[in-house]
């Protein structure tokens, strides 16, 4: 069956970095779209960052527009999100996410908290 499980979670300062990790198995997954959700405490889940299947384009949230990358390495089934420059703000929980036939998957989450 699909699996996501992201990694590279944790506490960091306020203008440090962090790199996620989401490994898929399960199915192809050169195949597909890949995103990175966010979820802080008593809002929304919201869209960071999408990656198309082959790597060739990405988007971001507005908000993480020259902070963050997405990329992804298909041979090892994993795509990543490079955190840089990171606030307060940021703290949430993060999910990767890819829809096939329709159908959502979605990892457990990791954690990324950001005090000093």
């Known amino acids: 069956q699909v699996q996501l499980v992201e990694s590279g979670g944790g506490l960091v300062q306020p203008g440090g970095s962090l790199r996620l990790s989401c490994a898929g198995s399960g199915f192809t997954f050169s195949s597909y779209d890949m995103r990175w959700y966010r979820q802080a405490p008593g809002k929304e889940r919201e869209l960071v960052a999408f990656i198309t299947a082959t790597g060739g384009t990405t988007n971001y949230a507005d908000s993480m527009k020259g902070r963050f990358t997405i990329s992804r390495d298909n041979a090892q089934n994993t795509v990543y999100l490079q955190m840089n420059s990171l606030k307060p703000e940021d703290t949430a929980v993060y999910y990767c996410?890819?829809?096939?036939?329709?159908?959502?998957?979605w990892g457990q989450g990791t954690q990324v908290t950001v005090s000093s």
């Open positions: 996410n890819t829809k096939i036939w329709l159908r959502e998957y």
